[in-house]
C-alpha cells in the first residue's frame, strides 16, 4: 500500500498558543470545558462523551460555521468553485457554510509546494491567529486536473480541520497499532521529518479511550509497514456516515434555544 502525500496538520507556534486558547473559548465556551468528563451533562446534540476527547478543542461555536474563503494564488474560477463545493459537503448534515470571497478571507487557500507545501490546515478556530498574508490551508498542486476521489480524500479532510477537527488515527486505539520505530524511519525516508516529528504526528496523544473509526475522513491512510501487525489502516476516502452523524453533533442545524444557555452555565465550574 502506498501512502501519497499525507496530511501535516499545522500547530501554531507556541508563543501564539494560549491567545489563540483564549480565541477559541471566546468563540465557543465548550471549548474550555473537559467535555470527556461531562458525561450525562452535556446533551447528546452538543457533543456524544465518546467522540469528544480532548481537553482543549477550537471548534466553532454551537451557532455554527460561516466562514468566507479566498485563494492565495489566483487559481482559475472553476478550480476555486469546486474546491470549495467539496468544503460544503459537509453541509450535508450540519451548519456549515464556505463563502467565496475576495476582500478579507478568514479560510486562505495556498497550493504552495516546497517547505510550505503538501496537504494541511490549521484546526478549527486557530485560523483566526494566521497573518492575513498567509495560508490557513494548503492543497499542494491541486488543479482541474486532479482526479476527482482525491478532492474527496483531501479537500473534505483539509476542510474538517478547518472546523476543528483532529486526526482520527490520533485516537489511542489506532495509535495503538503503529509500531514506532517503523514510523519514524518510514516518515523519515518518505517525508523527511526527524524523529520528534513524527512521534508528534503519530504517537503523543491526549486523546482517550474513544472507539476509532478507521474509516473515518479525518483517518489518513497508515500502510501496513507501520503497523504491529502488519496490516494497514485504510484510512478515510470521503466523508463516511459516522463522520457526518459527528459534525452535526458539533454544528446542530437546529438548535434547541431554550436548553442551551441553561447548559453552558451548569458546565461551567
Ligand atoms: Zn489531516
Excluded at 172 to 194: C, H, M, N, S
Excluded at 199 to 226: A, H, N, V
Aim: proline fraction near 8%; include cysteine.
Amino acid at each position: 500500500m502506498k501512502i501519497s502525500l499525507v496530511c501535516t496538520p499545522k500547530r501554531l507556534p507556541l508563543e501564539k498558543a494560549i491567545a489563540a486558547a483564549k480565541t477559541a473559548v471566546e468563540v465557543n465556551p465548550l471549548n474550555h470545558t473537559p467535555l470527556h468528563r461531562l458525561t450525562g451533562v452535556i446533551p447528546d446534540f452538543v457533543a456524544t462523551p465518546e467522540r469528544i476527547a480532548v481537553l482543549t478543542t477550537k471548534y466553532w461555536g454551537l451557532q455554527g460555521v460561516s466562514l468566507t474563503v479566498g485563494f492565495l494564488d489566483n487559481p482559475p474560477a472553476d478550480l476555486q468553485k469546486r474546491i470549495i463545493l467539496h468544503m460544503n459537503a459537509w453541509a450535508k448534515t450540519s451548519n456549515v457554510k464556505f463563502v467565496a470571497t475576495k476582500v478579507d478571507p478568514q479560510v486562505r487557500i495556498a497550493r504552495a509546494a516546497g517547505p510550505e507545501g503538501g496537504y494541511w490546515s490549521y484546526l478549527g478556530s486557530d485560523i483566526l491567529h494566521i497573518a492575513k498574508k498567509d495560508p490557513t490551508m494548503n492543497l499542494e498542486a491541486f488543479t482541474m486536473s486532479t482526479q476527482e476521489s482525491e478532492f474527496h480524500r483531501v479537500v473534505r479532510h483539509e476542510t474538517g480541520h478547518t472546523l476543528g477537527f483532529p486526526h482520527e488515527h490520533m485516537r489511542k486505539a489506532l495509535v495503538d497499532k503503529i509500531d514506532p520505530q517503523k514510523a519514524i524511519e518510514y516518515f523519515e525516508r518518505t517525508q523527511g521529518w526527524k524523529e520528534q516529528e513524527v512521534r508528534e504526528q503519530i504517537e503523543e496523544s491526549t486523546l482517550r479511550g474513544t472507539p476509532p473509526d478507521p474509516k473515518s475522513i479525518m483517518c489518513y491512510q497508515i500502510p501496513g509497514e507501520l503497523t504491529k501487525d502488519g496490516n494497514p489502516i485504510i484510512g478515510g476516502l470521503d466523508i463516511d456516515p459516522t463522520d457526518y452523524k459527528f459534525a452535526a453533533t458539533i454544528y446542530p442545524k437546529k438548535v434547541s434555544a431554550p436548553a442551551r444557555p441553561k447548559t453552558l452555565v451548569r458546565t461551567k465550574r
